[in-house]
């Protein structure tokens, strides 16, 4: 059996689990309160107060830190890479601490695991993180040269349930074409082709369907005409594309289940709103069915708001022509972290170089 430590960190806790292979012996998740946060000037500051807290928080457990094989990280806001297992290298490590695409804090994940990795002597990796970039040549052509389209996206979890229905139906990700949904704060919508994502719309800086906190494609005239009213900063603007945008800007709230409850209580403008949702999301998956050239194995819908059944039910009547749909609600990140070090641990699948 392989031991495993893994470590998620989010903008104000870290969850952390122990696995033994890809059973789950405990998690937990260690809140950060935000007054304590604010005593770091920078994400990267926030290191060894949070390695403590989960030494501590093992201790509690008795768990020995020297029981672990390997210590598994969350990725972070690193260059473009291809999807796959990654030892936690020095140059990935540095790009992690200079934050090459910007400070998150997942990329504390990396950092942490390396420091807890190398004071016992194991392996450290990330897995999947959010800028895994598999965009093939073509998707990549924005129709501005300046601004090429980028992948930013819940790989984490997308590529997870890939592998998940490849497992349950008795083949492999690499054999199939499927379209993956995850739908949560924000939503991105996936073509993988062959165990690559060849196309996915950027979630963090407003492409595709809106969500409950993004707005997604706008009218880009428009948008220009309002960066240069002189009504907002630059800061204003951004926040409604990610942030203030989706739900959150028609009906001020990122909680698709208070949209349902609005629904059901007879709101029409929330039902408005949410048929527009998943419009747009049907519109997108269409889009990735002619991306694979409507060679479909399956749909699959994961995150938060895959939980509604009412999800599946509209998904089918739009989308359900095009291939089969599976759900897959919720995310497992710390089961995805456990297994993605596992493949490369029995040497199922081979570590990339960053």
């Known amino acids: 059996m392989m031991k495993s430590l893994i470590i998620n960190p989010g903008s104000t806790s870290t969850k952390i689990g122990v696995f033994e292979d890809e059973t789950l012996q405990f998690d937990k998740t260690l809140r950060h309160p935000t007054e304590e946060i604010a005593k770091y000037p920078t994400i990267i500051d926030q290191k060894d107060f949070r390695k403590q807290i989960i030494l501590d928080a093992l201790k509690e457990d008795d768990c020995d830190i020297h029981s672990f094989d390997v210590i598994v990280g969350r990725g972070g806001l690193l260059k473009p890479i291809p999807g796959g297992t990654y030892p936690v ?116 800086d407003g492409e595709g369907c ?16 309002m960066c240069f009213s002189g009504k907002y900063t630059q800061a204003e603007i951004y926040k409604k594309i990610c942030g203030q945008g989706g739900f ?21 403008y929330a039902k408005l709103v949410e048929d527009a949702f998943y419009y747009q999301i049907a519109k997108d998956a269409g889009a990735m069915a002619a991306v694979l050239e409507g060679k479909v194995d399956a749909i699959i819908l994961t995150g938060g708001i895959a939980y509604n059944p009412y999800t599946r039910e509209v998904l089918e009547k739009k989308i359900g022509f095009i291939a089969p749909i599976t759900v897959y609600p919720g995310e497992d990140e710390l089961l995805a972290l456990a297994q993605g070090a596992l493949r490369v641990m029995n040497g199922e699948e081979a570590p990339q170089q960053y």
């Open 89 to 204: 290298s020095d140059a990935l490590l540095a790009d992690l601490k200079n934050g090459v695409q910007g400070q998150h804090a997942s990329n504390l994940g990396g950092i942490l695991a390396r420091e807890i990795g190398d004071a016992i002597g194991k392996p450290s990796f990330i897995v999947d993180p959010v800028v895994v970039d598999e965009l093939t040549d073509v998707a990549r052509i924005s129709g501005m040269p300046e601004l090429p389209r980028r992948s930013i996206f819940h790989a984490l979890n997308q590529k997870a349930v890939a592998r998940r229905y490849a497992k349950e139906h008795g083949t492999t990700y690499d054999a199939l074409n499927l379209i993956v949904i995850h739908m949560g704060g924000g939503v991105s919508v996936g073509a993988h082709s062959h165990g690559k994502v060849v196309d996915v719309n950027n979630i963090l």
């Open 210 to 225: 809106f969500s409950p906190e993004r707005s997604g494609t706008v009218p880009v005239g428009d948008l220009v005409k």
């Open 248 to 268: 959150n800007a028609y009906l001020h709230t990122n909680d698709a289940r208070v949209v349902e409850k609005m629904v059901k209580e007879g709101d029409a």
